[in-house]
């Protein structure tokens, strides 16, 4: 069975940094693409940006560029999302997904809070 | 790619025939995916490709169009299927999606 697990919620302060994680599992890690989506509170659904665990090949979102940072560990089977300074419109629930286009498999959610 | 969904939101009753419109501010082809979306849950993935059922997803739930006019039906409402609806076209980079529509018990 395909599973995308991620880790657990964060409440952060505006200006730390912030890395959450999404354990794939059930499938070949290295060959399938995986994603983010953002959703802000009561909002609709935004997409980050994916990563090609095989090659660590990268694309981001225009809107996301230079915002955020996606990265791979294929030793462990776990993208990761990261933040260097935190804002707090950064508050969202952040979704890791499964597919280069269209998305088949999300996992549970990262809600992150950032306030002061 | 702007996709502009309608309504953005839908009351209807349990048996109805529902169908939702998503346009897209350029020509997409066929690459059009829809979501639902339930309270506190994650997206699942229903139709890819236009028309395309995922697996496991009723057959109550169709889509159809190209270009850049798509539209998803529900053709016998289920309490199950009151959610919010997105789609998303996966012709381009960066992918987008439609702003919602939230479909809402009678």
């Known amino acids: 069975e395909v599973q995308l697990v991620q880790s657990g919620a964060e409440v952060k302060k505006p200006g730390e940094s912030l890395k959450i994680s999404c354990k794939g599992s059930?499938?070949?890690?290295?060959?399938?693409?995986i994603g983010w989506v953002r959703q802000m509170p009561g909002k609709g659904l935004e997409w980050m940006g994916i990563?090609?665990?095989?090659?660590?090949?990268?694309r981001y979102s225009p809107s996301f560029q230079g915002q955020v940072t996606i990265s791979v560990d294929k030793s462990i089977n776990t993208a990761h999302l990261q933040w260097s300074s935190l804002k707090a419109s950064d508050t969202a629930m952040y979704y890791c997904?499964?597919?280069?286009?269209?998305?088949?498999?999300w996992g549970q959610g990262t809600l992150v809070t950032v306030s002061s | 790619i702007q996709l502009t969904q309608s309504p953005s939101s839908l009351s209807a009753s349990v048996g109805d025939r529902v169908t939702i419109t998503c346009r897209a501010s350029?020509?997409?082809?066929?690459?059009l995916a829809w979501y639902q979306q339930k309270p506190g849950k994650a997206p699942k993935l229903l139709i890819y490709a236009t028309s395309t059922l995922q697996s496991g997803v009723s057959s109550r739930f169709s889509g159809s169009g190209s270009g850049t006019y798509f539209t998803l039906t529900i053709s016998s409402l289920q309490p199950e299927d009151f959610a919010t609806y997105y789609c998303q076209q996966h012709n381009s980079y960066p992918l987008t999606f439609g702003q919602g529509t939230r479909l809402e018990i009678k």
């Open positions: 059930g499938y070949r890690f290295t060959s399938y693409w």
């Open positions: 997904t499964r597919g280069e286009y269209y998305l088949n498999y």
């Open positions: 990563i090609y665990p095989g090659d660590s090949d990268t």
């Open positions: 350029q020509g997409i082809t066929s690459y």
